[in-house]
C-alpha cells in the first residue's frame, strides 16, 4: 500500500516538474504576444482546469480588466469581463489581500450576485500573479468533483509566477494606423485601417467608407459569427484577441486572413477600442498550438446543441491542423463506442472490425476487442502511439503512421473517446500534445452536455409529433404534404399545429396555427384547439362559424394565451376556396405559370382575444397545378428579417420549386429554417378531380305523399343518369326508408341527396335532429317498426350518419352494375 500510495505521490511531483519545465521553455521569447496565452494553456494541461484567466488593473485602477483566457467561455460559468477592485468578487479579493483563493461550490453559491446566469457546479481558484507593476490575478475553474488538490495548487502558483502580461503597442488617437494595422471604436462602429489591411481586403481607400460592417460584409459567412462576437456588446471581454477568418476573392477560394488585437477600456470620454493588426494567414507558419484554434474550438462547443454538432466541431478543429488522416468520435455506452462521427465517412477507409460492426449510419465498436483503448480509458489520460507501435489490428489500422487516443472526461467519468490516425509516419511535438489534452476536456464536457440535450428534445419531439397527425388523408384531386420542426432553443413545447380534414361532397379544410409561447400549456391548448376545431368543421359549418366557434371556446378555457389560425376550406370539384384567418399569415399561391401569390385574405383578430369577434371569409380561385402554402412565423421570421421579407423569400423559393415532387419542396423551404422557434409548414398541390359526381337535391315537404314524391324524383334523377334494374330498386327502397324515418322520428326540414361517382351511388338525408338512429338487437315476428335500419344495411355497401349543422345526415352508399 505505501509503495502505491509513493508511486502515486511520484507521479503528482512529476505533473509539477513537468509543468515547471513547460514553464520555464516558455521564457525562451518573453517578448512574443502570445506567450501569455501559451502560459494559460499550462493550467488546462498540469492542472485539469476548464477555463484559465488573467485580470490587471486598468489605468485608473478602479476596475480589473480581463485581458486573456484560455479554455470555455467564461460566460458559461457566470464570469464577467470586469470587476471593481474595491468590491467583493473572488479576483479583488485575491488582488487586494495578495493572498489565493479557493473556493468551491457552496462558498460560490454564498458569494452568487442577483441577477448573474451561469453554472455554480464548480471550483475556482484565485491566485495573485506577476503584471506589468507586479499586481494582477489568475484565475482558474474546475470542474472536478474535489475541485483542485494539492499538486493542482502548486502547478497554478508556478503559472501565476511566470504569467507577464505585456503591453502592446498602440498608436495614439489621431495617428496614421499601421499599414496592416486598426483602430476600432465600439461605440460607433468606426475604423482606421491602414492600406496594406484595405490590400487584403481587396479594397481600395476611396472605396473604403471606414465602416466595419463595409469590411465585415467582404467575410465568408460561415466565419461571421467568430468575427462579430469580437465586436458585439455580449462578448466583449477586455484582452488580446486572436482569430482566423476567410474573405471572398474575386475568383478562387476564399483567402485566409489571421487578426491579432486588444480591446481596451474606455474612460473619460474615451469609448472601448479594439486594436490590432491583420495578416495573410496563407503565409504565416502553421501552428497547430495557436490559442485561437482552442478558443475556436470552444465557441463552437459552448454553441453546440446535440452530439451530432459537438463531434463535427471537433473534426474541424482537430483534423486539419493536425494533418490527420482520420478522425472518429464516439460515446461510450455500456462498454461500447457508439461512433457519432467519421472522417472520412466511407467504411472502407475504417479497420475491418468496424466494417463488420457497421450497424446503420455508424459502428458500433466493442472496447473489449481494443484492450489498448480500454487501458486509456480506464486511466483517464491522453495516449500517444507513433509509428511501429504494436497495437490490436482495430487500432492499428486506424493510424498506421502514428495513433493518439484522447479519452474525454466529464463530471467524473469517460463520456467518450476521440481517436485521430496518420497513415505516414508522424511525430509528436509538445505542442500538439497541450492541444490534444486541451480539446480532450473540451469535448468531453460538450458531449455530455449535449446527450442530455439530445435525450431531452428527443422527448419534447416524440411529445409534440404525438399531438399533431400521424399521417394525413389521401385526397380526392389533390396531394397535401406537411413538416414539423420543433425549436432548438429550448427544451420546451411548442404550439405550432397543422391539421387536413376532409369533408362531405369532396371538400377538404386545411388548417395550420400557433398557439402563443413554448410551454406545456401551450401544447396542451394546441392539442384542445386542433381538436376542436377539427369537430366544428366535420358538423358542417362554413369556416367563418368554425372560426368564431374555436374563438368562443377559447374565451370559455379562460386561459392567457391566444392562439392564431389560417382555415382554408376547399372545394374539390369546382377548384374554389374560402380563406379565414384570425391573426395568422396568409396562404402562399404557386400558380400552374410559376407565378406566386400571398394571397389577399381579410383577417381577424388572433382566437381568443375577443369574445365578439368577426372572422371574414375571402374567395380563393385554384387552378389544376396551383400549390398553396401555409407556414407559422417560425419559418419566415427571424432576427434579420421581419415578416414581410421572410413571406417575400418563400414566395421566391416556391417560384422556383417543382410541385411534382412535394416532399422536396417540403424538405428544401425547411433548409434555411432558423431553430430559435418552431416551425409548421402544410403544402396542398390542387390537381383537380378527373371525374366529377353527378348531382341532386331535393327538399322533402311533411306531407302524407312525401316518401312517394321521394321515390318519383329518386327514378327520374337515376334514370337520366342511366341507373335502371335492380340497382333502381335497391336505391328506391334506401331512399323510402331513411326518408321515412326523418319524417317519423324528427321535426323540421328534411332534405334527400343523391350523388353518383364511378359507379357508386350515396344517398344522404339530413334532418334536423342530433340523435343517431339505433339499430335494434332483437325484433319479435309481430313488431310493426325497427327494420328500416337492418334493411338499409343489408343491401348497402357501407351506411352511416355524419352531424351536420346542429342535425345530421344518415348516409348509405349503394353499388351499382358495372
Known amino acids: 500500500m505505501a509503495d502505491v500510495v509513493s508511486e502515486d505521490a511520484a507521479g503528482r511531483r512529476t505533473r509539477a516538474l513537468r509543468a515547471e519545465n513547460a514553464l520555464t521553455s516558455l521564457n525562451d521569447d518573453p517578448e512574443s504576444p502570445e506567450r501569455l496565452r501559451r502560459v494559460l494553456e499550462q493550467a488546462l494541461v498540469f492542472a485539469g482546469a476548464a477555463l484559465a484567466a488573467v485580470y490587471t488593473p486598468g489605468e485608473d485602477g478602479d476596475l480589473l480588466y480581463l485581458v486573456e483566457s484560455a479554455g470555455v467561455p467564461l460566460t458559461l460559468y457566470g464570469l464577467r469581463d470586469s470587476y471593481p477592485s474595491s468590491g467583493g468578487s473572488p479576483p479583488a479579493d485575491a488582488y487586494r489581500s495578495g493572498r489565493p483563493l479557493f473556493l468551491g461550490p457552496g462558498e460560490l453559491a454564498a458569494r452568487a450576485e442577483s441577477g448573474r446566469v451561469g453554472r455554480r457546479d464548480f471550483h475556482l481558484a484565485v491566485l495573485p500573479a506577476h503584471g506589468d507593476d507586479g499586481r494582477a490575478c489568475l484565475l482558474a475553474v474546475g470542474e472536478g468533483p474535489a475541485g483542485f488538490d494539492d499538486e493542482d495548487r502548486k502547478c497554478l502558483e508556478l503559472i501565476a509566477d511566470a504569467i507577464v502580461c505585456p503591453v502592446p503597442a498602440v498608436a495614439p488617437e489621431g495617428a496614421e494606423p499601421r499599414p496592416n ?8 462602429g468606426r475604423v482606421e485601417v491602414g492600406d496594406e489591411l484595405l490590400e487584403l481586403f481587396g479594397m481600395s481607400r476611396a472605396a473604403f467608407d471606414g465602416k ?10 460561415e466565419d461571421l459569427p467568430s468575427l462579430m462576437s469580437l465586436f458585439e456588446a455580449g462578448h466583449m471581454s477586455f484582452g488580446d484577441r486572436e482569430l482566423e477568418f476567410r474573405v471572398l476573392q474575386p475568383s478562387g477560394p476564399p483567402k485566409w486572413l489571421r487578426l491579432r488585437g486588444r480591446m481596451l477600456p474606455g474612460g473619460e470620454g474615451r469609448p472601448a477600442r479594439l486594436v490590432g493588426a491583420v495578416a495573410d494567414a496563407s503565409t ?4 497547430v498550438t495557436d490559442v485561437a484554434r482552442v478558443q475556436r474550438l470552444a465557441a463552437a462547443l459552448a454553441m453546440a446543441g446535440t452530439v451530432r454538432d459537438v463531434s463535427q466541431a471537433v473534426v474541424s478543429a482537430l483534423r486539419a491542423p493536425l494533418r490527420a488522416d482520420r478522425i472518429a468520435l464516439a460515446e461510450l455506452e455500456n462498454e461500447r463506442l457508439v461512433v457519432t462521427v467519421l472522417d472520412p465517412p466511407e467504411p472502407e477507409s475504417w479497420p475491418e472490425l468496424w466494417r463488420l460492426e457497421w450497424r446503420s449510419e455508424w459502428p458500433e465498436a466493442p472496447v473489449r476487442a481494443m484492450p489498448t483503448l480500454a487501458a486509456a480509458l480506464r486511466e483517464g489520460r491522453a495516449q500517444i502511439w507513433p509509428a511501429g507501435t504494436v497495437l490490436e489490428p482495430a487500432l492499428a489500422d486506424v493510424g498506421p503512421g502514428g495513433l493518439a487516443v484522447l479519452p ?12 485521430i490516425g496518420w497513415d505516414a509516419p508522424h511525430h509528436f511535438d509538445p505542442d500538439e500534445r497541450a492541444l490534444l489534452t486541451a480539446s480532450a476536456g473540451l469535448a468531453g464536457q460538450a458531449l455530455t452536455r449535449a446527450h442530455a440535450l439530445d435525450a431531452e428534445h428527443e422527448l419534447v419531439g416524440m411529445l409534440q409529433r404525438q399531438l399533431l397527425p400521424r399521417r394525413l388523408p389521401e385526397l380526392p384531386g389533390a396531394t397535401a404534404v406537411a413538416r414539423y420542426l420543433p425549436s432548438t432553443a429550448g427544451l420546451e413545447l411548442g404550439g405550432d399545429w397543422y391539421d387536413v380534414i376532409p369533408l362531405p361532397d369532396n371538400h377538404v379544410a386545411l388548417v395550420i396555427g400557433d398557439v402563443q409561447g413554448h410551454s406545456a400549456a401551450a401544447a396542451t391548448l394546441m392539442g384542445q384547439m386542433r381538436t376542436a376545431l377539427r369537430a366544428y368543421a366535420v358538423e358542417g359549418h362554413p369556416p367563418d362559424v368554425v372560426v368564431a366557434r374555436a374563438n368562443r371556446l377559447l374565451m370559455d378555457l379562460e386561459t392567457d394565451l391566444f392562439a392564431t389560425c389560417a382555415y382554408v376550406d376547399l372545394d374539390m370539384e369546382e377548384g374554389t376556396a374560402w380563406c379565414v384567418r384570425a391573426g395568422h399569415l396568409p396562404p402562399v399561391l404557386r400558380h400552374p405559370d410559376g407565378t406566386t401569390e400571398i394571397a389577399e385574405a381579410d383577417g381577424g383578430p388572433p382566437l381568443g382575444v375577443l369574445a365578439q369577434a368577426d372572422f371574414p371569409m375571402t374567395p380563393l380561385r385554384l387552378r389544376p397545378g396551383t400549390l398553396v402554402a401555409l407556414t407559422t412565423d417560425g419559418l419566415v421570421e427571424s432576427t434579420e428579417a421581419d415578416i414581410d421579407e421572410g413571406m417575400d423569400r418563400l414566395a421566391r423559393e416556391l417560384a422556383a420549386s417543382d410541385p411534382a415532387h412535394l416532399g422536396l419542396v417540403a424538405d428544401a423551404l425547411l433548409e434555411g429554417a432558423r431553430r430559435s422557434d418552431d416551425v409548421a409548414l402544410l403544402l396542398l398541390r390542387y390537381d383537380g378531380m378527373a371525374t366529377h359526381p353527378l348531382r341532386e337535391g331535393w327538399t322533402v315537404w311533411r306531407v302524407p305523399q312525401a316518401a312517394g314524391h321521394a321515390r318519383r324524383f329518386t327514378r327520374r334523377v337515376l334514370r337520366r343518369w342511366g341507373v335502371h334494374g335492380d340497382a333502381l330498386d335497391t336505391a328506391l327502397l334506401v331512399v323510402s326508408e331513411l326518408v321515412t324515418n326523418a319524417l317519423v322520428h324528427t321535426d323540421g326540414q328534411v332534405r334527400l341527396d343523391l350523388t353518383l361517382v364511378s359507379r357508386r351511388l350515396r344517398v344522404s ?14 325484433i319479435g315476428w309481430e313488431a310493426t317498426g325497427g327494420r328500416g335500419i337492418l334493411l338499409v344495411e343489408a343491401v348497402s355497401v357501407a351506411w352511416g350518419t355524419v352531424p351536420v349543422s346542429g342535425g345530421k345526415q344518415v348516409w348509405s352508399e349503394v353499388a351499382l352494375d358495372a
Not at 494595422?181 to 460607433?188: E, I, P, R
Not at 466595419?212 to 459567412?221: A, D, Q, R, S, W
Not at 474525454?408 to 481517436?419: E, F, I, Q, S, T
Open 284 to 287: 504565416l507558419r502553421s501552428d
Open 181 to 188: 494595422a486598426f483602430t476600432l471604436a465600439m461605440d460607433t
Open 765 to 778: 338525408v339530413a334532418d334536423a335532429s342530433p340523435r343517431t338512429p339505433a339499430k335494434p338487437t332483437d
Open 408 to 419: 474525454l472526461p466529464a463530471a467524473g467519468r469517460m463520456a467518450g473517446a476521440c481517436l
Open 212 to 221: 466595419v460592417e463595409t469590411l465585415l460584409g467582404l467575410t465568408v459567412p
